[in-house]
Protein backbone atom coordinates (compact mmCIF):
# COMPACT_ATOMS: atom_id res chain seq x y z
CA UNK A 1 0.00 0.00 0.00
CA UNK A 2 1.17 3.79 -0.42
CA UNK A 3 2.10 5.21 2.41
CA UNK A 4 -0.42 8.34 2.50
CA UNK A 5 2.07 11.42 2.03
CA UNK A 6 1.55 15.36 1.75
CA UNK A 7 0.45 15.01 -2.12
CA UNK A 8 -1.53 11.66 -1.75
CA UNK A 9 -3.20 12.12 1.62
CA UNK A 10 -5.27 8.75 1.52
CA UNK A 11 -6.72 6.18 -1.01
CA UNK A 12 -10.16 5.24 -0.36
CA UNK A 13 -10.84 1.80 0.23
CA UNK A 14 -14.73 0.09 -0.20
CA UNK A 15 -15.59 -1.98 2.16
CA UNK A 16 -16.83 -5.34 0.86
CA UNK A 17 -21.25 -5.59 1.22
CA UNK A 18 -22.39 -8.10 3.26
CA UNK A 19 -24.81 -8.93 0.42
CA UNK A 20 -21.75 -9.06 -2.16
CA UNK A 21 -23.38 -12.07 -3.68
CA UNK A 22 -26.81 -10.62 -4.71
CA UNK A 23 -25.22 -7.57 -6.60
CA UNK A 24 -23.87 -10.07 -10.24
CA UNK A 25 -25.88 -13.42 -11.38
CA UNK A 26 -22.84 -14.97 -11.38
CA UNK A 27 -21.96 -14.48 -8.05
CA UNK A 28 -25.31 -15.98 -7.09
CA UNK A 29 -25.47 -18.73 -8.86
CA UNK A 30 -21.57 -19.78 -7.34
CA UNK A 31 -23.35 -19.32 -3.95
CA UNK A 32 -26.35 -21.60 -4.80
CA UNK A 33 -23.96 -23.95 -5.71
CA UNK A 34 -22.14 -23.67 -2.75
CA UNK A 35 -25.81 -24.05 -0.68
CA UNK A 36 -26.29 -27.38 -2.39
CA UNK A 37 -23.79 -28.82 -0.27
CA UNK A 38 -26.32 -28.62 2.81
CA UNK A 39 -28.62 -30.49 0.78
CA UNK A 40 -26.37 -33.01 0.39
CA UNK A 41 -25.58 -33.43 3.87
CA UNK A 42 -29.60 -33.64 4.52
CA UNK A 43 -29.72 -36.56 1.86
CA UNK A 44 -26.98 -38.65 3.93
CA UNK A 45 -29.51 -37.75 7.28
CA UNK A 46 -32.71 -38.94 5.69
CA UNK A 47 -30.48 -42.00 4.50
CA UNK A 48 -28.86 -42.86 7.80
CA UNK A 49 -32.55 -42.09 9.28
CA UNK A 50 -33.69 -44.54 6.54
CA UNK A 51 -31.09 -47.28 7.43
CA UNK A 52 -32.18 -47.33 11.52
CA UNK A 53 -35.83 -47.48 10.84
CA UNK A 54 -35.21 -50.42 7.83
CA UNK A 55 -32.39 -52.05 11.17
CA UNK A 56 -35.45 -51.85 13.79
CA UNK A 57 -38.13 -53.64 12.08
CA UNK A 58 -41.60 -53.23 9.56
CA UNK A 59 -43.62 -51.16 12.04
CA UNK A 60 -40.71 -48.51 12.45
CA UNK A 61 -39.83 -48.31 8.83
CA UNK A 62 -43.58 -48.01 7.81
CA UNK A 63 -43.57 -45.18 10.04
CA UNK A 64 -40.65 -43.50 8.22
CA UNK A 65 -42.44 -44.19 4.62
CA UNK A 66 -45.23 -42.72 6.48
CA UNK A 67 -43.30 -39.22 7.61
CA UNK A 68 -41.72 -38.96 4.12
CA UNK A 69 -44.82 -39.14 2.57
CA UNK A 70 -46.12 -35.74 5.28
CA UNK A 71 -46.09 -32.15 2.82
CA UNK A 72 -42.89 -30.83 4.83
CA UNK A 73 -40.83 -33.54 3.74
CA UNK A 74 -42.21 -33.86 0.10
CA UNK A 75 -41.30 -29.92 -0.70
CA UNK A 76 -37.93 -30.49 1.52
CA UNK A 77 -36.95 -33.49 -0.77
CA UNK A 78 -38.14 -32.04 -3.91
CA UNK A 79 -36.22 -28.73 -3.04
CA UNK A 80 -33.13 -31.13 -2.05
CA UNK A 81 -33.70 -32.72 -5.99
CA UNK A 82 -33.51 -29.63 -7.40
CA UNK A 83 -30.28 -28.16 -5.45
CA UNK A 84 -28.60 -31.75 -5.62
CA UNK A 85 -29.22 -32.16 -9.46
CA UNK A 86 -27.56 -28.69 -9.68
CA UNK A 87 -24.59 -29.59 -7.76
CA UNK A 88 -24.35 -32.63 -10.14
CA UNK A 89 -24.68 -30.75 -13.80
CA UNK A 90 -22.35 -28.06 -12.23
CA UNK A 91 -19.63 -30.41 -10.85
CA UNK A 92 -19.42 -32.36 -14.42
CA UNK A 93 -19.26 -29.08 -16.11
CA UNK A 94 -16.60 -27.91 -14.20
CA UNK A 95 -14.47 -31.27 -13.16
CA UNK A 96 -12.90 -31.22 -16.82
CA UNK A 97 -11.04 -27.81 -16.05
CA UNK A 98 -8.85 -29.92 -13.15
CA UNK A 99 -8.09 -32.35 -15.66
CA UNK A 100 -5.39 -32.08 -18.54
CA UNK A 101 -5.66 -34.42 -20.56
CA UNK A 102 -3.49 -34.45 -23.72
CA UNK A 103 -4.20 -37.30 -26.96
CA UNK A 104 -1.70 -37.21 -29.62
CA UNK A 105 0.16 -33.71 -28.58
CA UNK A 106 -3.64 -31.96 -28.67
CA UNK A 107 -5.19 -31.33 -25.39
CA UNK A 108 -9.15 -32.75 -25.30
CA UNK A 109 -11.83 -30.65 -24.90
CA UNK A 110 -14.04 -30.19 -22.06
CA UNK A 111 -16.81 -31.93 -23.53
CA UNK A 112 -14.65 -34.78 -24.47
CA UNK A 113 -14.32 -35.40 -20.15
CA UNK A 114 -18.04 -33.75 -19.39
CA UNK A 115 -19.69 -36.22 -22.24
CA UNK A 116 -18.72 -39.48 -19.97
CA UNK A 117 -19.29 -38.16 -17.03
CA UNK A 118 -22.72 -37.33 -17.55
CA UNK A 119 -22.53 -40.69 -19.22
CA UNK A 120 -21.44 -42.40 -15.99
CA UNK A 121 -24.09 -40.48 -14.41
CA UNK A 122 -26.87 -41.70 -16.60
CA UNK A 123 -25.65 -45.74 -16.16
CA UNK A 124 -25.46 -45.47 -12.48
CA UNK A 125 -28.53 -43.91 -12.11
CA UNK A 126 -29.83 -46.54 -13.89
CA UNK A 127 -28.06 -49.47 -12.17
CA UNK A 128 -29.51 -47.94 -9.21
CA UNK A 129 -33.18 -47.83 -9.84
CA UNK A 130 -32.69 -51.48 -11.69
CA UNK A 131 -31.01 -52.82 -8.21
CA UNK A 132 -34.22 -51.04 -6.35
CA UNK A 133 -36.67 -52.16 -8.40
CA UNK A 134 -36.85 -55.60 -9.49
CA UNK A 135 -38.63 -58.26 -8.09
CA UNK B 1 -29.02 5.69 -33.38
CA UNK B 2 -29.00 8.45 -31.38
CA UNK B 3 -25.56 10.45 -31.29
CA UNK B 4 -24.96 11.41 -27.89
CA UNK B 5 -24.65 9.46 -25.16
CA UNK B 6 -24.85 9.71 -21.08
CA UNK B 7 -21.40 8.82 -18.46
CA UNK B 8 -21.33 8.66 -15.47
CA UNK B 9 -17.75 8.32 -14.28
CA UNK B 10 -16.43 8.01 -10.09
CA UNK B 11 -14.77 11.71 -8.68
CA UNK B 12 -12.23 11.37 -6.17
CA UNK B 13 -9.84 13.81 -4.96
CA UNK B 14 -8.25 12.84 -1.94
CA UNK B 15 -7.34 16.28 -0.43
CA UNK B 16 -10.87 16.95 -0.87
CA UNK B 17 -13.11 14.61 -0.58
CA UNK B 18 -14.66 12.82 2.01
CA UNK B 19 -15.54 9.59 -0.66
CA UNK B 20 -16.30 9.19 -4.53
CA UNK B 21 -19.39 10.44 -6.43
CA UNK B 22 -20.39 10.33 -9.41
CA UNK B 23 -20.36 12.96 -12.15
CA UNK B 24 -22.33 13.25 -15.50
CA UNK B 25 -21.08 14.22 -18.87
CA UNK B 26 -22.43 14.06 -22.50
CA UNK B 27 -20.13 12.90 -24.87
CA UNK B 28 -20.94 11.91 -28.49
CA UNK B 29 -21.86 8.59 -29.42
CA UNK B 30 -19.61 7.08 -32.16
CA UNK B 31 -19.84 3.95 -34.10
CA UNK B 32 -16.33 2.98 -33.58
CA UNK B 33 -15.44 4.73 -30.28
CA UNK B 34 -14.55 3.17 -26.93
CA UNK B 35 -14.83 3.61 -23.38
CA UNK B 36 -11.61 5.03 -23.13
CA UNK B 37 -12.32 7.37 -26.05
CA UNK B 38 -15.14 9.10 -24.38
CA UNK B 39 -12.89 9.08 -21.30
CA UNK B 40 -10.75 10.92 -23.14
CA UNK B 41 -13.36 13.26 -24.70
CA UNK B 42 -14.10 14.25 -21.49
CA UNK B 43 -10.81 15.49 -20.41
CA UNK B 44 -10.01 16.89 -23.63
CA UNK B 45 -13.33 18.33 -23.87
CA UNK B 46 -15.50 18.75 -20.42
CA UNK B 47 -13.13 18.45 -17.56
CA UNK B 48 -9.19 18.12 -17.94
CA UNK B 49 -8.65 16.92 -13.91
CA UNK B 50 -10.21 13.77 -15.00
CA UNK B 51 -7.49 11.05 -14.28
CA UNK B 52 -7.24 7.56 -15.51
CA UNK B 53 -4.74 5.10 -16.48
CA UNK B 54 -4.33 3.93 -20.29
CA UNK B 55 -1.72 3.32 -22.65
CA UNK B 56 -1.62 0.73 -26.25
CA UNK B 57 -5.21 1.20 -26.72
CA UNK B 58 -5.66 -1.71 -28.20
CA UNK B 59 -5.91 -4.77 -25.57
CA UNK B 60 -2.40 -5.65 -24.54
CA UNK B 61 -0.60 -3.27 -22.21
CA UNK B 62 -3.13 -3.78 -19.41
CA UNK B 63 -3.31 0.16 -18.19
CA UNK B 64 -6.94 0.67 -18.80
CA UNK B 65 -8.94 -1.94 -16.17
CA UNK B 66 -12.26 -0.22 -15.04
CA UNK B 67 -15.20 -1.15 -13.61
CA UNK B 68 -18.25 -0.56 -16.56
CA UNK B 69 -22.11 -0.78 -15.49
CA UNK B 70 -20.95 -3.33 -12.16
CA UNK B 71 -18.52 -5.54 -14.79
CA UNK B 72 -14.59 -5.16 -14.95
CA UNK B 73 -13.39 -4.29 -18.41
CA UNK B 74 -10.53 -3.17 -20.37
CA UNK B 75 -12.33 0.57 -21.49
CA UNK B 76 -9.83 -0.05 -24.52
CA UNK B 77 -11.78 -2.98 -25.77
CA UNK B 78 -15.44 -2.07 -24.64
CA UNK B 79 -17.96 -0.12 -27.50
CA UNK B 80 -19.96 2.77 -26.14
CA UNK B 81 -22.69 1.48 -28.76
CA UNK B 82 -23.17 -1.59 -26.90
CA UNK B 83 -23.96 0.67 -23.94
CA UNK B 84 -26.71 2.97 -26.46
CA UNK B 85 -28.34 4.83 -25.40
CA UNK B 86 -27.23 4.96 -22.23
CA UNK B 87 -26.47 5.54 -19.40
CA UNK B 88 -23.01 4.56 -18.89
CA UNK B 89 -21.56 4.10 -15.10
CA UNK B 90 -17.59 4.15 -15.35
CA UNK B 91 -16.20 3.61 -12.14
CA UNK B 92 -12.47 2.63 -11.03
CA UNK B 93 -11.75 -1.47 -10.44
CA UNK B 94 -13.35 -3.52 -7.56
CA UNK B 95 -11.25 -4.50 -4.75
CA UNK B 96 -8.42 -2.12 -4.89
CA UNK B 97 -7.73 1.25 -3.47
CA UNK B 98 -8.67 4.27 -4.64
CA UNK B 99 -5.56 6.74 -5.67
CA UNK B 100 -7.97 9.08 -7.35
CA UNK B 101 -11.28 8.97 -9.91
CA UNK B 102 -10.09 6.24 -11.89
CA UNK B 103 -6.83 5.18 -10.87
CA UNK B 104 -6.67 2.58 -8.72
CA UNK B 105 -3.46 1.36 -6.37
CA UNK B 106 -2.06 -1.93 -7.94
CA UNK B 107 0.67 -2.00 -5.18
CA UNK B 108 -0.42 -5.70 -3.60
CA UNK B 109 -1.18 -6.78 -6.71
CA UNK B 110 2.97 -6.70 -7.98
CA UNK B 111 3.70 -7.85 -4.63
CA UNK B 112 1.91 -11.29 -5.09
CA UNK B 113 2.67 -11.48 -8.44
CA UNK B 114 6.63 -11.17 -7.52
CA UNK B 115 5.84 -13.68 -5.06
CA UNK B 116 4.68 -16.16 -7.05
CA UNK B 117 8.48 -16.46 -8.85
CA UNK B 118 6.99 -15.69 -12.11
CA UNK B 119 10.52 -16.40 -14.12
CA UNK B 120 12.50 -19.37 -15.17
CA UNK B 121 14.02 -20.85 -12.61
CA UNK B 122 16.71 -23.66 -12.74
CA UNK B 123 19.01 -25.54 -10.59
CA UNK B 124 21.70 -24.52 -12.81
CA UNK B 125 21.82 -22.42 -15.35
CA UNK B 126 23.08 -23.33 -18.66
CA UNK B 127 25.75 -21.35 -20.31
CA UNK B 128 24.92 -18.40 -22.61
CA UNK B 129 25.90 -20.21 -25.84
CA UNK B 130 23.58 -22.99 -25.07
CA UNK B 131 19.65 -22.86 -26.03
CA UNK B 132 16.83 -24.15 -23.80
CA UNK B 133 15.20 -25.74 -27.26
CA UNK B 134 11.36 -26.58 -26.73
CA UNK B 135 9.03 -28.58 -29.19
CA UNK B 136 5.45 -26.93 -30.22
CA UNK B 137 3.82 -28.94 -28.07
CA UNK B 138 6.30 -28.31 -25.00
CA UNK B 139 4.87 -24.96 -25.82
CA UNK B 140 1.27 -25.28 -26.15
CA UNK B 141 1.60 -27.03 -22.68
CA UNK B 142 1.97 -23.43 -20.98
CA UNK B 143 0.86 -20.71 -23.87
CA UNK B 144 -2.11 -20.21 -23.00
CA UNK B 145 -1.58 -19.09 -19.33
CA UNK B 146 1.29 -16.67 -20.75
CA UNK B 147 -1.03 -14.40 -22.26
CA UNK B 148 -1.56 -12.92 -19.30
CA UNK B 149 -1.08 -9.21 -19.60
CA UNK B 150 -1.37 -8.19 -15.94
CA UNK B 151 -4.48 -5.94 -16.09
CA UNK B 152 -6.17 -7.13 -13.08
CA UNK B 153 -9.56 -7.29 -13.91
CA UNK B 154 -9.46 -11.12 -12.49
CA UNK B 155 -8.69 -9.39 -9.29
CA UNK B 156 -11.75 -6.68 -9.44
CA UNK B 157 -14.01 -10.03 -10.60
CA UNK B 158 -12.84 -12.26 -7.43
CA UNK B 159 -15.23 -11.89 -4.46
CA UNK B 160 -12.35 -14.02 -2.19
CA UNK B 161 -9.79 -11.79 -3.01
CA UNK B 162 -12.41 -8.59 -2.82
CA UNK B 163 -12.69 -10.64 0.86
CA UNK B 164 -9.87 -11.73 1.74
CA UNK B 165 -6.91 -9.16 0.92
CA UNK B 166 -4.44 -11.73 2.04
CA UNK B 167 -5.44 -14.05 -1.08
CA UNK B 168 -2.81 -14.34 -3.99
CA UNK B 169 -5.49 -14.02 -6.59
CA UNK B 170 -5.68 -15.13 -10.03
CA UNK B 171 -3.32 -14.25 -12.20
CA UNK B 172 -0.48 -14.48 -9.51
CA UNK B 173 -1.38 -18.07 -9.48
CA UNK B 174 -2.31 -18.62 -12.81
CA UNK B 175 1.74 -17.30 -13.90
CA UNK B 176 2.87 -19.39 -11.26
CA UNK B 177 1.64 -22.65 -12.89
CA UNK B 178 2.49 -21.04 -16.88
CA UNK B 179 6.22 -21.52 -15.50
CA UNK B 180 5.44 -24.70 -13.52
CA UNK B 181 4.22 -26.10 -17.15
CA UNK B 182 7.23 -24.69 -18.53
CA UNK B 183 9.39 -27.28 -20.56
CA UNK B 184 12.53 -25.02 -19.27
CA UNK B 185 11.44 -24.49 -15.47
CA UNK B 186 12.33 -26.37 -12.61
CA UNK B 187 11.20 -24.60 -9.95
CA UNK B 188 7.74 -26.42 -8.92
CA UNK B 189 8.44 -27.32 -5.60
CA UNK B 190 10.17 -24.13 -4.92
CA UNK B 191 6.64 -22.51 -5.93
CA UNK B 192 4.40 -24.92 -4.19
CA UNK B 193 6.28 -24.23 -1.12
CA UNK B 194 5.04 -20.27 -1.36
CA UNK B 195 1.80 -21.45 -2.92
CA UNK B 196 0.04 -24.20 -1.29
CA UNK B 197 -1.48 -22.02 1.66
CA UNK B 198 -4.86 -21.21 2.54
CA UNK B 199 -3.82 -17.73 1.07
CA UNK B 200 -2.24 -19.76 -1.83
CA UNK B 201 -4.59 -21.88 -4.13
CA UNK B 202 -6.36 -23.34 -0.97
CA UNK B 203 -8.01 -19.64 -0.50
CA UNK B 204 -9.63 -20.38 -4.18
CA UNK B 205 -13.23 -21.56 -3.91
CA UNK B 206 -13.93 -21.92 -7.89
CA UNK B 207 -16.21 -19.00 -8.72
CA UNK B 208 -14.96 -18.84 -11.77
CA UNK B 209 -15.86 -15.21 -12.42
CA UNK B 210 -11.87 -14.61 -13.07
CA UNK B 211 -12.34 -16.45 -16.53
CA UNK B 212 -15.27 -14.83 -17.02
CA UNK B 213 -13.79 -11.39 -17.10
CA UNK B 214 -10.48 -12.29 -18.98
CA UNK B 215 -9.49 -10.43 -21.67
CA UNK B 216 -6.57 -12.66 -22.98
CA UNK B 217 -8.67 -15.64 -22.35
CA UNK B 218 -6.02 -17.46 -20.34
CA UNK B 219 -8.34 -18.89 -18.48
CA UNK B 220 -6.71 -18.59 -14.33
CA UNK B 221 -9.31 -20.65 -13.04
CA UNK B 222 -8.53 -23.81 -14.52
CA UNK B 223 -5.25 -23.10 -13.99
CA UNK B 224 -5.72 -23.10 -10.35
CA UNK B 225 -7.68 -26.37 -10.06
CA UNK B 226 -4.91 -27.88 -12.39
CA UNK B 227 -2.58 -26.72 -9.77
CA UNK B 228 -4.62 -27.51 -6.83
CA UNK B 229 -4.58 -31.30 -8.54
CA UNK B 230 -0.68 -30.69 -8.48
CA UNK B 231 -0.57 -29.57 -5.39
CA UNK B 232 -2.80 -32.75 -4.40
CA UNK B 233 -0.54 -35.12 -6.10
CA UNK B 234 2.39 -33.76 -4.43
CA UNK B 235 0.98 -34.30 -1.12
CA UNK B 236 0.33 -37.96 -1.59
CA UNK B 237 3.80 -38.53 -3.23
CA UNK B 238 5.18 -36.84 0.17
CA UNK B 239 3.13 -39.22 1.83
CA UNK B 240 4.20 -42.29 0.75
CA UNK B 241 7.86 -41.19 -0.39
CA UNK B 242 8.58 -38.21 2.31
CA UNK B 243 11.11 -35.66 0.42
CA UNK B 244 14.33 -35.81 0.94
CA UNK B 245 14.40 -39.72 1.09
CA UNK B 246 15.62 -42.19 -1.67
CA UNK C 1 6.30 -19.61 4.15
CA UNK C 2 8.36 -23.18 4.18
CA UNK C 3 6.06 -25.74 4.98
CA UNK C 4 3.50 -26.93 3.22
CA UNK C 5 -0.08 -26.48 4.48
CA UNK C 6 -2.04 -30.12 4.42
CA UNK C 7 -4.92 -28.22 2.71
CA UNK C 8 -4.91 -30.94 -0.15
CA UNK C 9 -5.79 -33.94 1.99
CA UNK C 10 -9.35 -32.19 2.67
CA UNK C 11 -9.06 -30.83 -0.77
CA UNK C 12 -9.27 -34.34 -2.06
CA UNK C 13 -12.00 -35.40 0.68
CA UNK C 14 -14.40 -33.03 -0.62
CA UNK C 15 -13.48 -33.66 -4.13
CA UNK C 16 -14.04 -37.22 -3.65
CA UNK C 17 -17.32 -36.63 -1.71
CA UNK C 18 -18.45 -34.08 -4.75
CA UNK C 19 -18.41 -37.23 -7.14
CA UNK C 20 -19.75 -39.24 -5.24
CA UNK C 21 -22.70 -37.19 -4.15
CA UNK C 22 -22.90 -35.62 -8.16
CA UNK C 23 -22.92 -39.51 -9.29
CA UNK C 24 -25.62 -41.04 -6.16
CA UNK C 25 -27.61 -38.37 -4.97
CA UNK C 26 -29.69 -37.61 -7.64
CA UNK C 27 -31.38 -41.11 -8.07
CA UNK C 28 -31.55 -41.53 -4.46
CA UNK C 29 -33.62 -38.59 -3.77
CA UNK C 30 -35.97 -39.13 -7.16
CA UNK C 31 -37.02 -42.52 -5.91
CA UNK C 32 -36.83 -42.52 -1.74
CA UNK C 33 -37.68 -38.99 -1.86
CA UNK C 34 -40.29 -38.53 -4.13
CA UNK C 35 -40.85 -41.65 -6.99
CA UNK C 36 -41.47 -44.43 -3.69
CA UNK C 37 -43.68 -42.45 -1.09
CA UNK C 38 -45.80 -40.68 -3.78
CA UNK C 39 -46.62 -43.79 -5.23
CA UNK C 40 -44.83 -43.28 -8.99
CA UNK C 41 -43.02 -46.19 -8.45
CA UNK C 42 -43.62 -49.51 -6.31
CA UNK C 43 -41.41 -49.15 -3.44
CA UNK C 44 -39.55 -52.05 -2.41
CA UNK C 45 -40.73 -53.79 0.64
CA UNK C 46 -38.76 -53.57 4.09
CA UNK C 47 -37.48 -57.20 4.21
CA UNK C 48 -36.16 -56.98 0.69
CA UNK C 49 -34.57 -53.51 1.56
CA UNK C 50 -33.07 -54.97 4.54
CA UNK C 51 -31.89 -57.68 2.96
CA UNK C 52 -30.25 -55.91 0.44
CA UNK C 53 -28.63 -53.77 3.03
CA UNK C 54 -27.53 -56.53 4.84
CA UNK C 55 -25.09 -57.53 1.56
CA UNK C 56 -21.46 -56.53 2.74
CA UNK C 57 -21.07 -54.87 -0.70
CA UNK C 58 -24.58 -52.29 -0.27
CA UNK C 59 -23.02 -51.49 3.36
CA UNK C 60 -19.73 -50.17 1.97
CA UNK C 61 -21.89 -48.30 -0.69
CA UNK C 62 -23.67 -46.83 1.95
CA UNK C 63 -20.80 -46.43 4.18
CA UNK C 64 -18.74 -44.36 1.24
CA UNK C 65 -22.74 -42.88 0.69
CA UNK C 66 -22.91 -41.56 3.88
CA UNK C 67 -19.29 -40.82 4.40
CA UNK C 68 -18.04 -38.80 1.74
CA UNK C 69 -20.52 -36.33 0.85
CA UNK C 70 -20.37 -34.76 4.44
CA UNK C 71 -16.84 -33.95 3.65
CA UNK C 72 -18.02 -32.93 0.66
CA UNK C 73 -20.52 -30.63 2.55
CA UNK C 74 -17.80 -29.80 5.19
CA UNK C 75 -15.27 -28.21 3.09
CA UNK C 76 -17.88 -26.39 0.93
CA UNK C 77 -20.02 -25.34 4.06
CA UNK C 78 -16.46 -23.99 5.60
CA UNK C 79 -15.78 -21.65 2.70
CA UNK C 80 -19.49 -20.48 2.49
CA UNK C 81 -18.61 -18.92 6.29
CA UNK C 82 -15.67 -17.49 5.37
CA UNK C 83 -16.97 -15.82 2.48
CA UNK C 84 -20.42 -15.40 2.45
CA UNK C 85 -21.16 -14.30 5.74
CA UNK C 86 -17.79 -13.31 6.43
CA UNK C 87 -17.06 -14.43 9.77
CA UNK C 88 -13.39 -15.88 9.19
CA UNK C 89 -12.69 -14.65 12.75
CA UNK C 90 -14.54 -17.99 13.75
CA UNK C 91 -12.38 -20.11 11.86
CA UNK C 92 -11.35 -22.90 14.86
CA UNK C 93 -14.91 -22.94 15.53
CA UNK C 94 -16.15 -23.58 11.82
CA UNK C 95 -13.26 -26.03 11.08
CA UNK C 96 -14.80 -27.96 14.33
CA UNK C 97 -18.03 -27.94 13.35
CA UNK C 98 -17.23 -28.61 9.97
CA UNK C 99 -15.36 -31.19 10.35
CA UNK C 100 -16.40 -32.67 12.99
CA UNK C 101 -19.76 -33.08 12.02
CA UNK C 102 -18.79 -34.78 8.92
CA UNK C 103 -16.88 -37.14 11.30
CA UNK C 104 -19.65 -37.67 14.01
CA UNK C 105 -22.00 -38.60 10.83
CA UNK C 106 -19.41 -40.88 9.33
CA UNK C 107 -18.72 -42.74 12.58
CA UNK C 108 -22.81 -43.17 13.17
CA UNK C 109 -22.98 -44.67 9.61
CA UNK C 110 -20.48 -46.76 10.41
CA UNK C 111 -22.30 -47.80 13.60
CA UNK C 112 -25.31 -48.53 12.11
CA UNK C 113 -23.63 -50.72 8.70
CA UNK C 114 -20.89 -52.34 10.40
CA UNK C 115 -22.26 -53.03 13.90
CA UNK C 116 -25.51 -52.73 14.94
CA UNK C 117 -27.85 -54.17 11.70
CA UNK C 118 -27.62 -57.65 11.76
Not at chain 2, 86 to 98: I, S
Request: net charge positive; charged share 20%.
Amino acid sequence: MINPTEYLPRSYHTRVSTYWWLKRWAYLKFILREASSVFVAWTVVMTLLQIRALARGPADYAEFQNWLRSPLLLALNAVSLAFVVFHAVTWFNLAPKAMVIRLRGKRLPNLAIAGPNFAAWLVISAAVTWILLRG
Amino acid sequence: MANRITLEVTRYDPAHNEKPRLDTYEVPLRKEWVVLDALNYVKDHLDGSLSFRWSCRMGVCGSCGMTVNGVPKLTCATFLSDYAPGPVRVEPMKNFPVLRDLVVDTSDFLVKLEKSKPWIIRKVEKPLEEEYFQTPEQLDAYKQFSMCINCMLCYAACPVYGLDPLFSGPAAIALAQRYNLDSRDEGTSERLDILSHHDGIWGCTFVGECTAVCPKHVDPAAAIQQYKLTAAMEWVKDLVLPRGAK
Amino acid sequence: MGKRSNEPFLWLLFSAGGVVSALLMPVHLLLFGLAFPLGWLDAPGQEKLLALVRHPVTRIYLLIFCSLPLFHWAHRFRFTLYDGLQIKHLNELINIFCYGGASLGTALAAYYLLWSTP
